[in-house]
């Protein structure tokens, strides 16, 4: 058996330029302007700062948020507010309270009618600050928009590192801006495909420890608490989690030929759900559990396809060009992001299920495995220049794009938990 390492541990960090370093590649205009204040801090400014910029990383990577540039006064200049054009303005504090914890209240203003729209305050151990700058983020992200904050979620991606030109593969969970990141678990073999179950506490992913290839469950926040599904005949690839968490799909060669399975998790039975001679793979299950869609080289070059569970009837999806892969439904199942080839060039792109509109939305050579993010308001992906692989994160309106750059290996596969 292969040498395998399980990792925990916290780091804890409110710099906005740590491990990975934040590079914004273009931003939007059209969105929602916002003012962001520094916490009022008399103790340690730095502090306060860090959190704020937190925040506003949050909002600009949304696409959904512009941020104006203000004095640093804690209250709100109404008249200059007014005269950008700007509806709403953030406001807050942060105090120690004890020996390890702090106490950070914030209040979302509306300038024109000058009343206070919201206000929370929490009381948290140093360790949780970040966190809390997350949750400020998704509250505001709420009351301003209507839609439920995605920013204090996970991201999971594999990260390959060499040590003494040894390369090791690490299962990586972070911050959704990709901080605090964990290795939950390194290997001299290839992890692939993590997969994120809807309750947040469990990653899917391939493994090749054993010398071959196999689905294991990994349970985030319990140390070492794994389990494996069994080892079937062939290949097991690409595994992808039901809404209801009680089965996965995933990729087997059986019969000699990549077919789509579904593995019921607590009777432990199989059922294969594709039949044809062609590859069929990368599945990935509807939000209302009712279909999935995959990619399949059955007709003109590798294409997407969906099939209704109920009476496994297919169609395809996708007729722009001749490959589209990897497909992800979105959170409200109207869309579906997928890898589309176009020239030699691999970039991001989205379809949506109604009008059957297909739209590029990046702009790289090599970039893949795009997965929403819970609201659906960005996507994250994979992509790399010559030398360098990273993470990209892109709002799904195409107007705002985030390089998350590794300072330490190769970022492939990401994938985004749920709230």
Do not use: C
Request: proline share 4%.
């Amino acid at each position: 058996m292969k040498t395998i390492f399980f990792v925990i541990f916290i780091l804890l960090n409110l710099n906005v330029n740590a491990l990975l370093n934040v590079k914004i590649l273009k931003s939007s205009d059209n969105a929602y302007p916002i003012v962001i204040k520094p916490l009022k801090n008399e103790t340690n400014s730095q502090l306060s700062e860090n959190i704020s910029k937190i925040i506003e990383a949050d909002l600009l990577r949304s696409g959904r948020f512009r941020t104006i540039k203000n004095n640093n006064n804690p209250k709100p200049n109404y008249t200059f507010l007014k005269k950008n054009g700007i509806e709403a303005t953030m406001i807050g504090s942060i105090r120690k309270k004890s020996k390890r914890t702090y106490q950070v209240s914030f209040s979302l203003f509306d300038v024109f009618s000058h009343k206070k729209r919201f206000q929370k305050s929490w009381t948290v151990r140093a360790s949780s600050l970040r966190k809390v700058a997350h949750k400020i983020s998704d509250s505001i992200f709420f009351e301003l928009l209507g839609e439920k904050g995605d920013f204090d979620t996970h991201l999971s991606y594999v990260l390959l590192k060499k040590y003494n030109n040894e390369l090791r593969y690490h299962l990586e969970v972070s911050d959704s801006d990709a901080f605090n990141p964990q290795s939950i678990l390194i290997s001299k073999e290839p992890i692939l495909s993590p997969s994120w179950s809807y309750d947040g506490q469990k990653l899917a992913y391939v493994s090749f420890e054993n010398g071959f290839s196999q689905v294991f469950i990994k349970y985030v926040w319990v140390r070492r608490a794994r389990v494996a599904l069994p080892r079937f005949d062939g290949i097991a690839s690409a595994p992808s989690w039901s809404p209801d968490g009680k089965n996965i799909v995933l990729t087997l060669s059986k019969k000699g030929n990549k077919d789509i399975y579904l593995y019921n998790l607590k009777s432990k039975k199989l059922k294969r759900l594709t039949t044809n001679k062609a590859t069929d793979t990368e599945a990935n299950f509807s939000p209302d559990g009712k279909s999935i869609v995959f990619s399949s080289d059955r007709g003109n070059g590798v294409q997407i396809y969906q099939l209704t569970l109920k009476n496994h009837k297919i169609r395809r999806l996708t007729f722009d060009g001749n490959y589209n892969t990897k497909p992800v439904f979105s959170p409200d199942g109207k869309n579906i992001v997928m890898v589309h080839r176009n020239k030699r060039k691999y970039r991001i792109a989205l379809l949506n299920l109604r009008n059957r509109k297909f739209t590029i939305i990046s702009n790289g050579s090599f970039d893949e495995s795009p997965y929403f993010s819970p609201n659906g308001s960005m996507i994250a992906y994979a992509t790399k220049d010559e030398k360098y692989g990273y993470l990209s994160v892109l709002s799904t309106n195409g107007l705002n794009s985030h390089q998350l750059i590794s300072s330490e290996g190769e970022v492939r596969e990401p994938s985004w938990s749920n709230f």
